[in-house]
């Protein structure tokens, strides 16, 4: 079975960092460029940040510009996220979720393809 499994969320105040981990099971992630997603309550599930299959190319969404960076260890089969700076509106479910095939970076960060294994999410609170 193809499984992403998103860890690292949590409660934190604002200003603090949290490091969000993407882990496959079941499945190489060596060839599959990974998205974050994150969605809010009453809010459209927005991309967050990108990273090609090789790790060469990232992309971030203008609101985590300078704060978010986005990592992989294909050796661990895991994607990271480092978030820092963090602010009450990235307040959120974070998903993970992967695509293998020819892709466009930023097409895949403002989801404009299906995607081949979505994670169950894990919620970041940033609240003081």
């Known amino acids: 079975q193809l499984q992403l499994v998103e860890s690292g969320g949590g409660l934190v105040q604002p200003g603090g960092s949290l490091r969000l981990s993407c882990a496959a099971s079941?499945?190489?992630?060596?060839?599959?460029?990974i998205a974050w997603f994150r969605q809010s309550p009453g809010m459209e599930r927005e991309g967050v940040s990108c990273?090609?299959?090789?790790?060469?190319?990232?992309q971030y969404a203008d609101s985590v510009v300078g704060r978010f960076t986005i990592s992989r260890d294909n050796a661990k089969n895991t994607v990271y996220l480092q978030m820092n700076s963090l602010k009450s509106e990235d307040t959120a479910v974070y998903y993970c979720?992967?695509?293998?095939?020819?892709?466009?970076?930023?097409?895949?960060?403002?989801?404009?393809?299906?995607?081949?294994?979505w994670g169950n999410g894990t919620l970041v609170t940033v609240s003081s």
């Open positions: 979720a992967a695509r293998r095939g020819f892709t466009v970076l930023q097409t895949l960060c403002s989801g404009g393809y299906v995607m081949d294994v």
């Open positions: 079941g499945f190489r992630l060596d060839y599959h460029h």
């Open positions: 990273i090609s299959y090789t790790g060469a190319s990232t």
